[in-house]
Nanobody, 123 residues
């Protein structure tokens, strides 16, 4: 059983930056592709970014390309999301999730989820 705990959320002005971190425990972190998702009030959860188990492959939603960067440190069991040039529409609860890498990069089935960290971007 993998446990995921997000941190780093908060209130920031538009144009500012935040760095979210997700710490994993209870499993072999490098066995998992990792993803960041977000859910805004009244909206469905959406994928923001994902990274392969080795860190060599990444993928971003069009809305965040060029502004967000996902990275991971398997030695520390962490995956981070650097968010720059934040916009009010980035306001949401951000979740990290783990997907077994054995399913391949083409799989979007996530096995474990964190509790989320809220991000509010003021205009």
């Amino acid at each position: 059983q993998v446990q995921l705990v997000e941190s780093g959320g908060g209130l920031v002005q538009a144009g500012g930056s935040l760095r979210l971190s997700c710490a994993g425990s209870g499993g072999i972190f490098s066995n998992y592709n990792m993803g960041w998702f977000r859910q805004a009030p009244g909206k469905e959860r959406e994928s923001v970014a994902r990274i392969s188990w080795s860190g060599t492959r990444t993928d971003y939603a069009d809305l965040v390309k060029g502004r967000f960067t996902i990275s991971r440190d398997n030695a520390k069991n962490t995956v981070d999301l650097q968010m720059n040039s934040l916009k009010p529409e980035d306001t949401a609860v951000y979740y990290c999730a783990a997907a077994r890498a054995s399913r391949g990069w083409g799989s979007y089935d996530y096995d474990y989820w964190g509790q989320g960290t809220p991000v509010t971007v003021s205009s």
